[in-house]
């Protein structure tokens, strides 16, 4: 009999992408409600290396995008985050503190992300 997958193959799942893994990284390190504007300043200046004033605006553009349409939603779908698309609110929920210890390690894994050393 299939359980189905695993919490650990879960994390997995959610950390495939990059936007992603920044984006749980933040929520980690925050733990609060974000808006998406949030993440998507914290995924562009991880990606560019640079402040926000200093990421060309298509590429912020299409950041905030792919976080509204692919990626916040992805973490939605997996009960996660609550995602209020209305006012753009991300909050982490009771199953992300189940898979953070697992979040945790695959995001500390990752050799290019450092946004976990920022404050």
């Given at each position: 009999m299939d359980a189905g997958p695993s919490e650990f193959d879960i994390a997995?799942?959610?950390c495939r992408d990059e936007p992603r893994r920044i984006a749980l990284a933040v929520i980690e390190r925050e733990r609060r409600a974000l808006t998406l504007n949030d993440l998507t300043r914290a995924v562009a200046e991880e990606r560019h290396g640079a402040p926000i004033t200093d990421v060309p605006g298509d590429d912020v553009n299409r950041i905030h995008l792919s976080l509204h349409h692919r990626h916040v939603p992805k973490l939605s779908?997996?009960?996660v985050v609550e995602y209020?698309?209305?006012r753009g609110l991300v909050e982490p929920t009771d199953r992300f503190d189940r898979l953070g210890p697992h979040l945790s390690a695959i995001i500390e894994a990752d050799p290019e992300l450092e946004i976990l050393d920022a404050d």
């Open positions: 997995l799942e959610l779908d997996a009960d209020d698309r209305e």
